[in-house]
Antibody
Framework: EAQLVESGGDLVQPGGSLRLSCGAS????????MNWVRQAPGRGLEWLSH????????HYADSVKGRFTIYRDNAKKSLTLKMNNLRAEDTAVYYC????????????WGQGTLVTVST | DIQMTQSPSSLSASVGARVTITCRAS??????LVWFQQKPGKAPESLIY???YLQSGVPSRFSGSGSGTDFTLTISSLQPEDSATYYC?????????FGQGTRLEIK
């Protein structure tokens, strides 16, 4: 069964950094485009970043551009979101999400990991 | 960026009712629209992709339609387990954008 498992969420102070990881299993990770999506408490979904299966294409939302970096290690079947200069408004559950093979819609989500930015 | 606007923001309906949620895009997205269902404390799950194609395992009471800028999600006969928040999302162009969500409650 295909599965995504995020980790790394924590309480961090404003201006701090954090690295989120997503481990994939049950499918050929290296063949799939991946994304990060977040959801602030009680709010809707916000797409953050996309990385193609070979890391050749990367996109970011304006809200995180220049602060967040997405990358992947296909050999380790892992996806990472490096987050710098965190703000209170970055407080959210962060989801790792897979795009459908040969398509662009999200067909698989992880369970999410909570990032809290606060003093 | 393409703005996605859902309506209504919330609704309440009885078991067996027919429910329709609409999603409007600020620009033409042809049929690059997906609908998600999210239950409290859970990750979203895809229901319908490419506007009208049912994701594997999704009950046939769910359907989608539309093209260009106007789209609908319909539940033909509401069931108790359909209580959730529903989101539309365009994947025509980056940045991908979501509607604000429609909270569906069962009376």
């Amino acid at each position: 069964e295909a599965q995504l498992v995020e980790s790394g969420g924590d309480l961090v102070q404003p201006g701090g950094s954090l690295r989120l990881s997503c481990g994939a299993s049950g499918f050929t990770f290296s063949s799939f485009n991946m994304n990060w999506v977040r959801q602030a408490p009680g709010r809707g979904l916000e797409w953050l970043s996309h990385i193609s299966y070979g890391s050749t294409v990367i996109h970011y939302a304006d809200s995180v551009k220049g602060r967040f970096t997405i990358y992947r290690d296909n050999a380790k079947k892992s996806l990472t979101l490096k987050m710098n200069n965190l703000r209170a408004e970055d407080t959210a559950v962060y989801y790792c999400a897979r795009e459908k093979y040969n398509d662009y819609w999200i067909d698989l989500w992880g369970q999410g990991t909570l990032v809290t930015v606060s003093t | 960026d393409i703005q996605m606007t859902q309506s209504p923001s919330s609704l309440s309906a009885s078991v067996g009712a027919r429910v329709t949620i609409t999603c409007r895009a600020s620009h033409d997205i042809t049929n690059y629209l997906v609908w998600f269902q999210q239950k409290p404390g859970k990750a979203p799950e895809s229901l319908i992709y490419a506007t009208s194609y049912l994701q594997s395992g999704v009950p046939s009471r769910f359907s989608g339609s539309g093209s260009g800028t106007d789209f609908t999600l319909t539940i033909s006969s509401l069931q108790p387990e359909d209580s959730a928040t529903y989101y539309c999302q365009q994947y025509k162009t980056y940045p991908y954008t979501f509607g604000q969500g429609t909270r569906l409650e069962i009376k």
